[in-house]
């Protein structure tokens, strides 16, 4: 029973198909690109690839081994000469199958196969593409989330310097504080003393000016009686040289 053997026979015997993938391989190797069936493409790369990886050790034990599968000299040669060297930095995947579409008579699915190194138009596209993320609608959310964590990111930093700062601030205020507290202590009694001598002359004052409230609310009302008749008689007296000059006008006119 056959459980698990995925190998393609191609419906040849063995002898066919080796031969079959031989003279292919030949064929790739010198035209660097041929038509084929897809089911046949796929056999070859697994057959091609390997004698591919050989070629890159250009040895004597090397050339025999890829002849012995190829049995074509001008293969050989075109492999260790020219597609070994242009093959050196590639890890695997020499080759690309390119699907071109069903033949007419049998309907099998057609392809190119081809050596991708040698594929120039498809080495220009070839170029890294940044990569497309689908975003949702809470994207922006996300960024301004990202934007807070990276102003969060960057405060500890601020703190930090902050932090180194402050011990040399605090060394310095240390040293300072000592001289200013010294002069404090002694200026203190020297302050309740000037307070307990310039108490006494207010309270002085105080009484003072209380007596002479005292004196003016205590004065008899006599004292202010003779203002107002002296107020009277200067009042008189400024009337009186109008009446003198009346009388003279009077006088003259009764002579005339």
Known sequence: MRHGKKFNHLSRKSAHRKAMLSNMSASLILHKRIKTTVAKAKALKVYVEPLITRSKDDSTHSRRVVFSYLQNKEAVTELFREISVKVANRPGGYTRILKTGNRLGDNAEMCYIELVDYNENLLKEAKPKAKSTRRRRGGSKKAAES???????????????????????????????????APATEAAPAAEETKAEETPAVEEKVEEVKEEVKAEAETPAEEVAPTAEAKEAKEEKKESPSAEASKDEEETKEKE
Not at 164 to 173: G, R, S
């Open 147 to 181: 934007t807070t964590t990276e102003v969060v990111a960057e405060a500890p930093v601020v703190e930090e310097s902050t932090s180194a700062e402050t011990p040399a601030e605090n060394t310095v205020a240390e040293t300072e504080t000592p001289v200013e507290e």
